[in-house]
């Protein structure tokens, strides 16, 4: 959906048409899902934050000014209330802003491209689980913000612009923290990725 788009389902909001929020729902529940599953890594706490994002969108619709996106915009909601919650939950040892130690360089790394030519047997599909399950433990060491623009960049494709604005950094900082969060990983999968891994 482009932008022109997403403001037309606003403008259809704001003048009370239910149908177009159901449907704003329908359109962007996935990617908030997604966003708000990669931070709390529950999915009902997911689904809960989601469901907040949705009654503010709805009830900020009016104040909604269209500089950003739709998509952006509620992705910027789901992102705050997803820390929300995890701030509620572990106010002792929460930093949104922590940063990843400087990792060493891998010995010998590969590419994804050595897990992705499209051939599939039980020991190709035992390894992608593997690889799958590592990946996901080795980014729950990771930051929130920094597993947010991780998930808003490499997996659900917005440019740094649109991450920037989501979770409300600069551009410089999506490109910082996405460059650690990339070597992070590398270092983490490192098994994976070398020669006799």
Avoid: C
Avoid at 62 to 77: M, N, Q
Avoid at 118 to 141: C, D, M, Y
């Amino acid at each position: 959906m482009n932008t022109a788009d997403g403001h037309k389902l606003v403008e259809r909001v704001q003048r009370g048409e239910a149908e177009a929020f159901n449907e704003i729902v329908r359109l962007f529940h996935p990617p908030l899902f997604r966003l708000a599953r990669r931070l709390l890594r529950n999915p009902e706490d997911a689904q809960e934050a989601v469901q907040e994002a949705f009654l503010a969108a709805y009830q900020g619709m009016g104040a909604f000014e269209g500089r950003a996106s739709l998509r952006t915009w509620l992705l910027s909601i789901t992102f705050n209330k997803a820390v929300d919650r995890i701030k509620k939950e572990t106010r002792e040892h929460w930093y949104i802003s922590g940063d990843l130690a400087a990792p060493e360089a891998p010995e010998n790394p590969g590419t994804v491209e050595n897990f992705t030519d499209g051939i599939s047997n039980p020991e190709q599909t035992f390894q992608k689980k593997e690889i799958r399950e590592s990946l996901e433990k080795a980014l729950l060491e990771v930051p929130a913000e920094s597993r947010a623009v991780f998930e808003l960049r490499d997996v659900q494709g917005l440019s740094s612009k649109e991450v920037a604005d989501a979770l409300g950094i600069t551009e410089g900082t999506v490109r910082v923290k996405l460059h650690r969060v990339r070597q992070f990983l590398m270092v983490a999968m490192q098994n994976f990725f070398s020669a006799e891994g």
